[in-house]
């Protein structure tokens, strides 16, 4: 059973940078994609980024492109979310996710992915 455990978010001004973080504990994750969702308050989960188990592939959400980068360290079992250029809009708590089926292109719905984590907050003031 693994565990995620999100951290670095924050209160930043617009147009400041915020680095997520997302350990696992429990399982290596290497061989996994691994995602990040937001939740803004009263609207559903949206898709941020996903990268693939080796890091070659990845997708993003069409208003962070140009914006976020996801990467990941298989050694330290950590997957990032590096956010640049922030705005208002950005604000939600964003969770990591982990899809379970080892090897596989990085899904793009939530749905697909096996493990959450708790979420941490980013507040971004204008």
């Known amino acids: 059973q693994v565990q995620l455990g999100e951290s670095g978010g924050g209160l930043v001004q617009a147009g400041g940078s915020l680095r997520l973080s997302c350990a696992a504990s429990?399982?290596?994750?290497?061989?996994?994609?691994m995602g990040w969702f937001r939740q803004a308050p009263g609207k559903e989960r949206e898709f941020v980024a996903t990268?693939?188990?080796?890091?070659?592939?990845?997708y993003y959400e069409d208003s962070v492109k140009g914006r976020f980068t996801i990467s990941r360290d298989n050694a330290k079992n950590t997957v990032y979310l590096q956010m640049n250029t922030l705005k208002p809009e950005d604000t939600a708590v964003y969770y990591c996710?982990?899809?379970?089926?080892?090897?596989?292109?990085?899904?793009?719905?939530?749905?697909?992915?096996?493990?959450w984590g708790q979420g941490t907050q980013v507040t971004v003031s204008s």
């Open positions: 996710a982990m899809y379970g089926r080892p090897w596989l292109a990085p899904p793009k719905r939530g749905e697909e992915y096996d493990a």
């Open positions: 429990g399982r290596r994750i290497s061989l996994y994609a």
């Open positions: 990268i693939s188990w080796n890091g070659e592939i990845t």
